[in-house]
Nanobody
Framework: QVQLVESGGGLVQAGGSLRLSCAAS????????MGWHRQAPGKQRELVAA???????NYADSVKGRFTISRDNAKNTVYLQMNSLKPEDTAVYYC????????????WGQGTQVTVSS
C-alpha cells in the first residue's frame, strides 16, 4: 500500500505562486508514476502534471509554462510549483501514485484546496 499526504494549498491572488508537496510512504518502491490532479466545483477531475520514476514529465496544456512538477527521491516527496496562478486554477488538488505490473493500483491523497482570487 501507498500513503500520500499533500500540503501547501491556500489562498493566493492572481499572478501569485504556491508550491504543493506530496509525501509518499509505504510501498514507495513500487510507484511508477506520480501526479497531480485537480477538481473544480461541478467539473471532472483532470490531470495537471505527472512524473515517472525515470523523471519524465507531462503537463496539461492549460498549465504548461506555469507549473513545474519535480521529485526529491531522498525525501519521497513530489512537488508542484505553481506560478502565474489564475482564478481558473482554483480547485482541490490531489496527489496520485500509480503502480503498474502484475498488480496495478492507483492511490490518492486527501486533497488540498487552492483558491486564486482575482
Amino acid at each position: 500500500q501507498v500513503q500520500l499526504v499533500e500540503s501547501g494549498g491556500g489562498l493566493v491572488q492572481a499572478g501569485g505562486s504556491l508550491r504543493l508537496s506530496c509525501a509518499a510512504s509505504g510501498s514507495i518502491f513500487s510507484i511508477n508514476v506520480m501526479g497531480w490532479h485537480r477538481q473544480a466545483p461541478g467539473k471532472q477531475r483532470e490531470l495537471v502534471a505527472a512524473i515517472t520514476s525515470g523523471g519524465s514529465t507531462n503537463y496539461a496544456d492549460s498549465v504548461k509554462g506555469r507549473f513545474t512538477i519535480s521529485r526529491d527521491n531522498a525525501k519521497n516527496t513530489v512537488y508542484l510549483q505553481m506560478n502565474s496562478l489564475k482564478p481558473e486554477d482554483t480547485a482541490v488538488y490531489y496527489c496520485s501514485a500509480a503502480v503498474f505490473g502484475a498488480r496495478p493500483s492507483n492511490h490518492w491523497g486527501q486533497g488540498t484546496q487552492v483558491t486564486v482570487s482575482s
